[in-house]
């Protein structure tokens, strides 16, 4: 499966944006989606995940409450709603995606996907 991000850019502290990610060769549906970050000088991070189904999601807790993961399986999307936004915020943003079994299981190591998007920077001005 390709994946294609895109959404990112300069925002003010407390803005919001909302970052896509199109998954382009294979059956959508069977892949279980996640998005990462990486600043610079930082490893890749955990941001949020959601299972093949819409029912399982989880987050990291520094972005709990503020960013929204959620996934249109006929627009073969997965979209990151990133409200409230910090300049702690600030990194390139990687959509991944990985096979699944189960409808209802999602993950939040970076090593557990196969498949990575190019990335999209996020920019949150103070």
């Known amino acids: 499966v390709q994946l294609q991000a895109s959404g990112g850019g300069l925002v003010q502290a407390g803005g919001s944006l909302r970052l896509s990610c199109a998954a382009y060769g294979r059956t959508f549906s069977n892949y279980a989606m996640g998005w990462f970050r990486q600043a610079p000088g930082r490893e890749r991070e955990f941001v949020a995940a959601i299972s093949r189904s819409y029912a399982m999601t989880s987050y990291a807790d520094s972005v709990k409450g503020r960013f929204t993961i959620s996934r249109d399986n006929v627009q073969i999307t997965v979209y990151l709603e990133m409200n409230s936004l910090k300049p702690a915020d600030t990194a390139v943003y990687y959509c991944?995606?990985?096979?699944?079994?189960?409808?209802?299981?999602?993950?939040?190591?970076?090593?557990?996907?196969?498949?990575w998007g190019q990335g999209t920077q996020v920019t949150v001005s103070s």
């Open positions: 991944a995606a990985r096979l699944a079994g189960s409808l209802r299981v999602y993950y939040i190591s970076p090593d557990e996907y196969r498949y």
